[in-house]
């Protein structure tokens, strides 16, 4: 299911950015002079930020299928009906449209947020969540799904991963094509040197890229806490954190393309934290506790 997913989702990029490029009458940006750079960019900008759309649009779609998320249409006992008050009555707090809400089966306390509008979201919980929390911390966890939900995380988050992109594939063919003009003595400087010398150079820029987007998606967990902390409380919110703590050990069952969305993450430490979606989690109750507790 997820490899269908993955073509899927590619082959709509790739007609959504062919068709773009056609509308805007965009040629080739290889000529027999060398790289046309408006043309570079724009196909860059469209390919990039095409992809990161695409991902934006059909976001629920695939968290629905890739998660196995049961969406709560009728209640059909007490716990859902308590699950779709509480998101109801955050969402009301928050100011936007009230979202979906489905439970998807996972030992693991986690939750996610997602989708292109703030008026047209999904907020899941797990069935770890509901077993291994109280209400109140539950409640709590709701809230800084919400809280992403209301700051526009998932739309910011889009924009910045495309524009990333398009700046990674735009320099990384300018660099391809010094590497086979000037390195390799290629006149047109699109011969193969220039292939070989573009992939390496994107393998790099990408991971220098990354680091980028990594720092946001750790900037806005922090806001989602203090969402959670002011739509429910500061305690229920560093206490939903403590318990997410507790089993922090566990290995993320979710699919790599969703762990950014969840509550809690990838808690190892890599190359300082560079490159993790979520800050650690003592890092995340200590500044929850420093601005409620002075």
């Not at 998320?69 to 509480?86: C, F, G, H, K, Y």
């Not at 063919?173 to 011969?191: A, P, Q």
């Not at 739509?231 to 290995?251: C, D, G, I, K, Y």
Request: charged content about 15%; overall charge neutral.
């Amino acid at each position: 299911m997820r490899i269908l997913l993955f073509l899927a989702t590619n082959l709509a990029v790739i007609l959504v950015a062919s068709l773009t490029l056609n509308l805007l009458g965009v040629g080739s940006y290889m000529t027999a002079q060398g790289l046309d750079h408006g043309n570079l960019l724009a196909f860059c900008l469209v390919f990039g930020m095409a992809g990161s759309v695409v991902s934006l649009l059909i976001s629920k779609w695939m968290a629905k299928r890739s998660m196995g998320v049961q969406i709560i249409e009728q209640a059909s006992n007490a716990d859902e009906q308590w699950l779709l008050s509480t998101v109801k009555e955050l969402a009301d707090k928050a100011r936007i449209g009230m979202p979906e809400v489905g439970i998807f089966g996972s030992p693991q306390a986690n939750a996610f947020a997602t989708g292109w509008n703030r008026n047209n979201a999904l907020v899941a919980v797990s069935t770890g969540l509901l077993n291994k929390m109280s209400r109140e911390e539950v409640k709590a966890v709701l809230g800084h799904e919400i809280g992403h939900v209301a700051n526009g995380d998932m739309i910011t988050l889009t924009l910045i991963q495309g524009v990333v992109n398009a700046f990674v594939m735009f320099f990384a063919r300018i660099i391809g094509s010094f590497v086979d003009r000037v390195v390799l003595k290629n006149e047109n400087g699109h011969g193969f040197g220039f292939y070989i010398a573009t992939f390496v150079a994107e393998m790099i820029l990408g991971i220098l890229a990354s680091t980028i987007v990594f720092w946001f998606s750790r900037r806005r967990e922090y806001r989602a806490d203090i969402a959670g902390a002011e739509l429910v409380s500061p305690q229920a919110m560093v206490s939903a954190l403590a318990r997410l703590q507790a089993e922090s050990n566990m290995p993320s069952e979710m699919p790599d393309e969703m762990v950014a969305f969840g509550i809690s993450g990838e808690m190892k430490n890599k190359l300082g934290g560079l490159f993790l979606s979520h800050p650690p989690l003592e890092k995340r109750i200590a500044a929850l506790k420093q601005r409620y507790q002075g």
